[in-house]
């Protein structure tokens, strides 16, 4: 199967909440977060537990374990070669509704008008 192409979600604003999310974390967990980016690129749809899992209403959650803390990006695919990441948390055991919700709003927002809702570095 081909690299899926990863874009991150972009608010009417202009605001990337994943890149804000992931510019405070901690370096590690980032450099982290990065290297399950890059496995979601090169393996797409094929990618399973324990580095991803099917939440939910289309959304699909990247798994980052490091020193005890739980970090998730949650992504939707947009088509067969497309994954948007629109959500980024710290959990303790099951993610929260209210973050699935959340990235299921940006989601339908996404499907709306995915111009306006893709981030591209100037």
Same mark, same amino acid.
């Not at 980016?37 to 959650?61: C, K, N, S």
């Given at each position: 199967?081909?690299?899926?192409? !990863? !874009?991150?979600?972009?608010? &009417?604003?202009?605001?990337?909440? !994943?890149?804000?999310?992931?510019?405070?974390? +901690?370096?590690?967990?980032?450099?982290?977060?990065?290297?399950?980016?890059?496995?979601?690129?090169?393996?797409?749809? &094929?990618?399973?537990? +324990? &580095?991803?899992?099917?939440?939910?209403?289309?959304?699909?959650?990247?798994? !980052?374990?490091?020193?005890?803390?739980?970090?998730?990006?949650?992504?939707?695919?947009?088509?067969?070669?497309?994954?948007?990441?629109?959500?980024?948390?710290?959990?303790?055991?099951?993610? +929260?509704?209210?973050?699935?919700?959340?990235?299921?709003?940006?989601?339908?927002?996404? &499907?709306?008008?995915?111009?306006?809702?893709?981030?591209?570095?100037?």
């Amino acid at each position: 199967m081909p690299r899926i192409h !990863v !874009v991150f979600y972009q608010e &009417e604003d202009g605001a990337v909440p !994943v890149l804000e999310w992931l510019d405070a974390l +901690p370096h590690k967990a980032q450099d982290k977060c990065r290297v399950k980016i890059e496995r979601l690129h090169e393996l797409g749809h &094929e990618l399973r537990r +324990p &580095e991803a899992d099917y939440l939910r209403d289309g959304i699909y959650e990247l798994r !980052v374990g490091l020193q005890g803390m739980n970090y998730r990006l949650l992504y939707f695919f947009h088509g067969k070669l497309a994954a948007v990441l629109a959500h980024g948390l710290v959990k303790e055991r099951a993610v +929260p509704a209210r973050d699935i919700e959340e990235a299921v709003r940006r989601k339908h927002k996404f &499907e709306h008008s995915p111009e306006q809702h893709t981030y591209r570095e100037a």
